[in-house]
């Protein structure tokens, strides 16, 4: 299906299910769409997803065991007062002109009937975001500085948003962007690929692209994001495990600037899975960048989450001589921090299988 969601690509929607063909038909549907999805098998559960995933949008079946579609936008719309603004909407059989009466009082912002229309479906969801985006893009503008323009999170000027999602999206290496509230403003294909396959399925259940609790709730996130706003640099390194013997995820954790605005990213993740996304080996950074062996040797040390004193070690150098190759690959790489320099080298195998 040709995808015209353009605008909302990377907006995270839950889908509240009980039947599980149907489920995984309309994930998969969404996931083309370019939308992030976690899925919920009635209320009960899409409750306690929400504790971990925050939606952009929610998609709910009425009838369902354990705690209906009006049980669930009830308990939502009284206790959730942080989703307020995000739109519900309701996908059921009982097509009948009372029920949508019945939702639309219960508070509910649409109504679709099944068998379901994709297209019509995709419009609607993607009608409510472009609603809720611009509800986002008028509260950035009346508290942005003036002296600050572009952005990229979704309340971002639409089409430099869209331009950079696409970039992203060419990229090998999983990239994850979070606000201060560790909530993700964007992550690229590679990056819900990835962690698709994050092991221990009990404390992320169906995972399907959202970030899972092991990762959001780590100390270094915590701490990427208070230094963000602190104004400080930080960088720091964990490893996921994934399901089916592959090899672990390697995270890289990077605060970034001070966020001004909500929404605005906070933390950046670079994920890196093994094999498929090493960094590019030593004579393609020699001929990229004009590095010499020796700068070589240690950029590719950085890449892999050596500190300093580590690659000093095992090279056996002195710190200063590790400093002052930092300085010459900062400046022929044209980065500035060490953050820059790794996001920069996990995207080298895309560009280097491309020649």
């Given at each position: 299906?040709t995808?015209s969601?353009t605008?909302?690509?990377?907006?995270?929607i839950?889908?509240?299910?009980?039947d599980e063909?149907?489920?995984?038909?309309?994930?998969?549907?969404?996931r083309?769409?370019?939308?992030?999805?976690?899925?919920?098998?009635?209320?009960?559960q899409?409750l306690?997803?929400?504790?971990?995933f925050?939606?952009?949008?929610?998609?709910?079946?009425?009838?369902m065991?354990?705690?209906?579609?009006?049980?669930?936008?009830?308990?939502?719309?009284?206790t959730r007062?942080?989703?307020?603004?995000?739109?519900?909407?309701?996908?059921?059989?009982?097509?009948?002109?009372?029920?949508?009466?019945?939702g639309?009082?219960a508070?509910a912002d649409?109504?679709?009937?099944?068998?379901?229309?994709?297209?019509?479906?995709?419009?609607?969801?993607?009608?409510?975001?472009?609603?809720?985006?611009?509800?986002?893009?008028?509260?950035a503008r009346?508290?942005?500085?003036?002296s600050?323009?572009?952005?990229?999170?979704?309340s971002?000027?639409?089409?430099?948003?869209?331009?950079?999602?696409?970039?992203?999206?060419?990229?090998?290496?999983?990239?994850?962007?979070?606000?201060?509230?560790?909530?993700?403003?964007f992550?690229?294909?590679?990056?819900?690929?990835?962690?698709?396959?994050c092991a221990?399925?009990?404390?992320?259940p169906?995972?399907?692209?959202g970030?899972?609790?092991?990762?959001?709730?780590s100390?270094?996130?915590?701490?990427?994001?208070e230094?963000?706003?602190q104004?400080?640099?930080?960088?720091?390194?964990?490893?996921l495990?994934?399901?089916?013997?592959?090899r672990?995820?390697i995270?890289?954790i990077?605060?970034?600037?001070c966020p001004?605005v909500?929404?605005?990213?906070?933390?950046?993740?670079?994920i890196?899975?093994?094999?498929r996304?090493?960094?590019a080996?030593?004579?393609?950074l020699?001929?990229?960048f004009?590095?010499?062996?020796?700068?070589?040797?240690?950029a590719?040390?950085?890449?892999?989450?050596?500190?300093?004193?580590?690659?000093a070690?095992?090279f056996?150098?002195?710190?200063?001589?590790v400093a002052f190759?930092k300085?010459n690959?900062?400046?022929?790489?044209?980065t500035?921090?060490?953050?820059?320099?790794?996001?920069?080298?996990?995207?080298?195998?895309?560009?280097?299988d491309?020649h």
């Amino acid at each position: 299906m040709t995808n015209s969601l353009t605008t909302n690509l990377q907006s995270n929607i839950l889908w509240v299910e009980d039947d599980e063909d149907m489920r995984d038909i309309i994930a998969a549907e969404l996931r083309d769409a370019g939308y992030v999805v976690q899925q919920a098998a009635n209320g009960k559960q899409a409750l306690e997803q929400l504790c971990n995933f925050r939606p952009d949008l929610i998609l709910c079946d009425i009838a369902m065991p354990v705690m209906d579609g009006y049980e669930l936008l009830q308990s939502v719309r009284q206790t959730r007062e942080d989703l307020v603004n995000v739109p519900f909407v309701f996908l059921s059989a009982q097509d009948g002109s009372g029920q949508i009466t019945q939702g639309k009082h219960a508070g509910a912002d649409d109504y679709l009937v099944k068998p379901v229309n994709f297209d019509l479906m995709l419009a609607t969801i993607a009608a409510r975001l472009r609603q809720l985006q611009r509800i986002q893009q008028s509260n950035a503008r009346a508290t942005a500085p003036t002296s600050r323009s572009t952005r990229l999170s979704p309340s971002s000027d639409g089409l430099a948003f869209r331009h950079l999602v696409r970039m992203f999206n060419m990229i090998t290496a999983g990239i994850v962007l979070l606000d201060d509230q560790r909530r993700t403003v964007f992550a690229n294909v590679s990056a819900q690929r990835l962690l698709q396959d994050c092991a221990d399925p009990a404390l992320n259940p169906e995972n399907t692209g959202g970030l899972p609790p092991a990762l959001t709730a780590s100390s270094r996130v915590r701490a990427a994001i208070e230094a963000a706003l602190q104004g400080q640099e930080y960088i720091e390194f964990l490893s996921l495990p994934r399901r089916n013997a592959q090899r672990d995820l390697i995270i890289t954790i990077c605060a970034l600037d001070c966020p001004v605005v909500e929404q605005d990213p906070a933390a950046a993740l670079f994920i890196s899975a093994g094999d498929r996304n090493e960094p590019a080996p030593l004579k393609a950074l020699e001929t990229l960048f004009k590095l010499t062996p020796a700068e070589g040797r240690i950029a590719w040390a950085f890449a892999q989450g050596l500190r300093p004193e580590q690659i000093a070690e095992a090279f056996e150098i002195t710190l200063t001589t590790v400093a002052f190759h930092k300085r010459n690959i900062f400046q022929k790489t044209q980065t500035n921090r060490q953050a820059d320099l790794i996001a920069l080298l996990l995207t080298l195998p895309a560009s280097v299988d491309r020649h």
